[in-house]
């Protein structure tokens, strides 16, 4: 499956972004989704996933209560919505797909990646 996300861009702390992550050439509804981040200097890490057929989210616990991850099959979209951002949120974020069976909150478990949208949050 391939992955493309968009959507990053630079935003002020306490500020908003969608991020959209649109899927093409297998049955996107196959795969657990899931949002990771990678910081500079840092390794990358989860931030939120979701089931195949949404029934389960998963959030890092930096991220919960601020970030909201959706996902429409119909439309083969994966989406996070993150609201009061902060400049620790700064990172490449990259939607990848993990086949069931697998935590959706282990980084080794997603098999496909996208190529990654960059959100800078300025202080």
């Known amino acids: 499956v391939q992955l493309q996300a968009f959507g990053g861009g630079l935003v002020q702390a306490g500020g908003s972004l969608r991020l959209r992550c649109v899927a093409s050439g297998r049955t996107f509804s196959w795969y657990g989704m899931g949002w990771l981040r990678q910081a500079p200097g840092k390794e990358r890490e989860f931030v939120a996933a979701?089931?195949?057929?949404?029934?389960?989210?998963h959030y890092a616990e930096s991220v919960k209560g601020r970030f909201t991850i959706s996902r429409d099959n119909a439309k083969n979209t994966v989406s996070m919505q993150m609201n009061s951002l902060k400049p620790e949120d700064t990172a490449v974020y990259y939607c990848a797909a993990a086949f069931s069976g697998g935590s959706l909150v282990s980084v080794n478990t997603y098999i496909y990646w996208g190529q990654g949208t960059e959100v800078t949050v300025s202080s």
């Open positions: 979701i089931s195949r057929n949404a029934d389960m989210t």
